[in-house]
């Protein structure tokens, strides 16, 4: 290859379940990382044992046995300021967690793509503001450099351009294409459509649902082997500590199974009794469809955000392993009225269009890629809080719709109530409510050590801008003689300071990092 600049192109699929690192190979194409297990994919799952930390497919087997020494899937609490589950007279941050979840994933790596610190992290599109930062600070934390957050559907869309030629240069692609990307994983739910050309994919609309995915199906084929177990003994198995981790592992195995059998048993064991009951796919599909059903209704939400009808979609592309499960595919053809595309590996698409993307990013003087762009929309609205002047009642005040490209911009105008005011604090949320108290809060922006001589009324302009990858940046302006000096930041209640970020990476990673 032309290309001068060797350092390895890696993209991390930080995922709910399951965790993919890849890298961009000598001959230009993504492929996956094993771990040093062995295994394409590692359970994003945390156990402490004494003093080791592991992370991955022992952690998992840990669940059965010890489950209060294992944090699981860390990133549904992402955001959060603490893990809620304490581990040795420990909290954890979710960062932290997630942090050993990279590290390994990064060491792991380097006995194929040799040393590397950067890498670009996905994340789910719907993920605010807070999730965004959070997610970056992982990335710090366990020793990486993060050249990028893209959105996982995005990155599936690389993937897919990838594999159908159009993103290397002897791709052609001359009408842009509409991708609808139905992302069903463990824990969530994302769907996104897109605008595909050859050098640009643009988000036109995203939506998806933080408490949706395979789990939930999982849960409905234990709740019915319980209710069976329960009719036959009389007892709940679901009360029995081992029973139910019992029962967590093979229900969550037989609807796997049953994604390629029409019938499939389970054997629940409590105590000194057994039960075996015989599932079939139907039974179970029908035990779901209202969940088939909440995708269902997120995917027309979302191609009427976007303003289009089924027939301006080019391609429906699968991403997560959950769309293995044929009553997926079957509900989006009868949707769209085509055969969903499932020619990406579901579980590797992110990961791979991560390491594309950190190829473009790394090797721009690279004849491999074309410097396709990324464009994305913000997916919650974002807006401060202000009391309504008749009533006094506080009240969201929109300043960027949701969906709307970014980067953008928006400016508000703040006026000082007192004489000598010294300081100024913005209340800032991300959601779709006028009642702060439904919305996400992201910070206070913070202003402080205003000049003494402001009049009452002076003008404070806050300057709101979300960049390309969701992060919001904030500039303050004030009216009239703008040299005197002050200091402003956002404050974040949720998100570790500098101090605690480099002391988490030096606990994880060593001092060397
Ligand atoms: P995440 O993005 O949340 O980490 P993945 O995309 O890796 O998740 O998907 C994990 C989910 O996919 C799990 O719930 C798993 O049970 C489910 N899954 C994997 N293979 C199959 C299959 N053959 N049939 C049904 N579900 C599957
Ligand atoms: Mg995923």
């Keep these: 290859m032309s290309d001068t600049n060797n350092k390895p192109a890696v993209g991390i699929d930080l995922g709910t379940t399951y965790s993919v690192i890849a890298h961009v190979n000598d001959n230009g194409r993504p492929v996956t990382i094993p771990n040093a297990e062995g295994d394409l994919l590692t359970p994003s799952v945390v156990l402490f044992d004494g003093d080791d930390v592991i992370v991955g497919r022992e952690a998992i087997k840990a669940r059965a046995t010890e489950l209060e020494n294992v944090a699981d899937c860390p990133k549904r609490q992402i955001g959060n300021q603490v893990y809620d589950k304490v581990f040795g007279d420990r909290r954890y941050p979710p960062e932290a967690l997630q942090g050993w979840i990279l590290n390994k994933l990064k060491s792991d790596a380097t006995r194929v793509a040799g040393q590397f610190n950067q890498a670009v992290i996905t994340v789910p599109a719907y993920f605010d503001e807070v999730r965004r930062k959070a997610t970056q600070d992982s990335g710090f934390i366990g020793g990486l450099e993060v050249l990028d957050i893209i959105n996982e559907p995005t ?20 009408q842009p294409l509409n991708v609808l990307v139905y992302d069903l994983g463990g824990g969530t739910f994302d769907v996104t459509v897109m605008e595909v050309s050859k050098d640009n994919f643009r988000t036109i609309a995203t939506d998806g649902d933080m408490r949706l995915g395979g789990q939930d ?19 709940d198995p679901r009360q029995d500590d081992t029973a139910l981790g019992k029962l967590l592992r093979d229900c969550k195995e037989a609807k796997e199974t049953l994604s390629t059998r029409s019938r499939t048993q389970v054997e629940c064991t409590c105590g000194s009794s057994s039960f075996k009951s015989e599932v079939t796919r139907e039974e179970f599909e029908e035990m779901t469809l209202d969940l088939l059903d909440r995708t269902d209704f997120t995917v027309r939400q979302t191609l009427k955000s976007a303003n289009m009808q089924w027939a301006d979609i080019d391609k429906v592309v699968l991403v997560g392993g959950s769309t293995r499960m044929p009553a997926v595919q079957e509900m989006l053809r009868s949707l769209s009225g085509q055969v969903p595309d499932n020619s990406l590996s579901p ?10 993307r950190s190829a473009m990013l790394l090797h721009k003087s690279s004849s491999a890629f074309r410097p396709a762009e990324i464009k994305n929309v913000n997916s919650h609205s974002l807006g401060v809080v202000a009391n309504e002047v008749e009533t006094g009642i506080r009240k969201v005040v929109p300043l ?4 709307t490209p970014l980067p953008v911009v928006s400016r508000r105008v703040f006026k000082t109530h007192r004489k000598n005011q010294e300081s100024i604090l913005v209340q800032i949320v991300e959601g779709e409510s006028v009642d702060p108290e439904d919305c996400s809060q992201l910070g206070r922006c913070a202003i ?66």
């Excluded at 409905?220 to 329960?230: G, V």
């Design 217 to 235: 199906w999982d849960q409905r084929l234990i709740d019915h082997i319980s209710e069976n177990f329960k009719s036959n003994h009389g007892i």
């Design 400 to 403: 960027i719709p949701r969906n």
């Design 155 to 174: 990155a599936a869309a690389v993937a897919y351009g990838y594999h159908a030629g159009w993103i290397n240069i002897a791709g052609k692609v001359d």
């Design 448 to 513: 402080w050590d205003l000049p003494e001589t402001l009049e009452i009324g002076t003008k404070i302009e806050v300057r709101f801008a979300y960049e390309e990858n969701g992060r919001l940046k904030i500039k303050v302006k004030i009216g009239g003689d703008t040299n005197k000096a002050f200091r402003y930041e956002i404050q974040r209640p949720n998100s570790l300071t500098e101090e605690q970020l480099s002391s988490w990476r030096e606990y994880i990673c060593g001092p060397e990092a």
């Design 347 to 356: 579980d590797e698409a992110v990961a791979h269009g991560a390491a594309l």
